[in-house]
């Protein structure tokens, strides 16, 4: 605990930790310490890790790197990191992320973008750790924490470790508990952890899953010990490659690890198929229906009441200005955008032509996956990302869609409910990281992880 603590401290340029918690930390290392001195040591007994900042963590600071929960300190802990203290997990503090896990590329956080501790060869341009969950990509790659939590809505747990060589794995909706972490779009949202390694991934889900009644979606099933599913025997899986995720500018570097990943699984002596996701294209205008629909929803919430942030009042001035004015303060442009378009894809006269259509459009994504593991197959390889992470200030930002085509590969398990595992499949000719995806089938998590083991 000392050493990330002491790491973290000197890695303050990364921008990776919001709220630092040192005193907690050494807090929570003694009573590890008692516990594994008293031969009782659950899995994560001692371990230091980070926590984004969209976990609510009682009494520390948590404002899913927004201003509009300036000063918001919860009086309740989520029920994930609850989870994770109680196998005891070791927090070293909070960690950034885009403003309300919106984002690609952790530069709509209310604190800065976090910097990825890569480099393009012989170029300092920093570059970005990818988003939303930023802070816990970059501080896993950096050392500055032995796991992180984060969170995946259309691959914020698996763009980020594909971009900074870490393992990132988002389980089966409804595994994990939402109750205390900040909601984006609910029908989405799950919590996972970034790690170094498969392994640690497998230990580190283990502890956060789990049944909570507090969550309604939240799913009533036991939690497989992941850790033990990974024998390292995969004979006689069926790995599919889905054709529509080879999509035009794909760099030759990245066709060639896919093609490359196909075959270390063929080699430990799993069957690869050709198969087909005909309705991939949609995923894309599908989820940026669906998610902004279910963000303007949520987001409605934070109107300087209840808590956060309240904007200073004119003489004269009503409660519609000051929900107006709290609102234009609090929220950065992107989420203001977000719960624009999600009002109008929700308003009377196009509710029927967009968020009706999107919902039967997302039941014909989810049934290309399960009319695909129908057939026999136990999992699809695919890359994480279209490409490796970019350097800040390189992607343009007067374009937001430029930005939404980076999650062609990941939004549609968000839809699908579906298993996804990002592992690190080699550098490109410049350096950086690029990522494998693996998707699953429902609660086969421990598969999952146990094929992704075969890639590393
Ligand atoms: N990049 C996607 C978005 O901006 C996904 C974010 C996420 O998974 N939280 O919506």
Redesign the pocket.
């Known amino acids: 605990t000392d050493a990330y603590l002491t790491a973290a401290e000197a890695s303050d340029a990364l921008n990776a930790y919001t709220t630092k918690t040192p005193e907690q930390a050494r807090d929570m290392a003694a009573a590890a310490d008692a516990r594994i001195k008293a031969g009782d040591a659950p899995a994560m007994c001692g371990i230091p890790i980070g926590v984004k900042d969209l976990y609510a963590v009682e009494g520390v600071a948590t404002q899913a790197a927004s201003n509009i929960l300036a000063g918001f300190k919860p009086q309740y802990e989520s029920t994930v990191t609850g989870n994770l203290w109680s196998s005891g997990a070791v927090m070293l503090g909070k960690l950034n992320m885009?403003e309300f896990?919106?984002?690609?590329s952790n530069i709509t956080s209310a604190y800065g973008p976090a910097i990825s501790p890569w480099r393009r060869a012989g170029d300092e341009t920093p570059i970005t750790p990818g988003?939303?969950s930023g802070g816990s990509a970059a501080a896993v790659a950096a050392d500055l924490c032995l796991g992180a939590t984060a969170?995946?809505?259309?691959?914020?747990i698996r763009?980020p470790a594909a971009f900074t060589g870490t393992v990132g794995i988002k389980p089966t909706y409804g595994r994990c508990s939402r109750w205390g972490m900040v909601a984006?779009a609910s029908s989405l949202d799950q919590a996972g952890p970034v790690t170094k390694t498969v392994r640690d991934a497998a230990i580190m889900l283990g502890a956060m899953a789990g049944y909570d009644p507090k969550d309604s979606t939240s799913a009533n099933l036991p939690v497989p010990d992941f850790e033990a599913a990974l024998t390292g025997d995969i004979r006689g899986k069926t790995i599919g490659i889905p054709r529509e995720y080879r999509v035009e500018g794909m760099s030759e570097t990245l066709d060639t690890l896919w093609r490359e990943g196909a075959e270390m699984l063929r080699d430990a002596g799993a069957t690869i198929v050709d198969i087909s996701l005909p309705h991939t294209k949609y995923a894309l205008p599908t989820y940026y229906i669906i998610?902004p629909a279910e963000a303007s929803s949520n987001l409605s919430r934070y109107d300087g009441v209840k808590y956060g942030h309240r904007a200073t009042l004119a003489q004269g001035d009503g409660i519609t200005d000051m929900y107006e004015k709290t609102r234009a303060e609090g929220f950065g442009e992107e989420v203001q955008r977000r719960v624009m378009l999600g009002a109008y894809v929700l308003s009377a006269g196009f509710y029927d032509a967009y968020y009706v259509r999107a919902q039967k459009v997302r039941t014909l994504i989810k049934r290309d996956f399960e009319l695909a593991f129908g057939d026999g197959v136990d999992a699809i390889l695919a890359p994480a990302t279209p490409s490796a992470a970019w350097g800040l200030g390189e992607m343009q930002t007067d374009d937001p869609v430029q930005m939404?085509l980076?999650?062609v590969f990941?939004?549609p398990l968000?839809l699908a409910g579906l298993p996804g595992v990002s592992v690190p499949a080699g550098l490109n000719r410049q350096g950086l990281p690029l990522g494998l995806q693996l998707i699953g089938r429902p609660w086969e998590e421990g598969d999952l992880l146990n094929i992704a083991g075969a890639l590393e």
């Not at 896990?101 to 690609?104: E, F, K, L």
């Not at 969170?151 to 914020?156: A, V």
């Open positions: 885009d896990a919106m984002g690609s988003g939303s969170s995946d809505t259309g691959g914020s763009q984006f998610a939404y980076e999650d990941t939004v968000n």
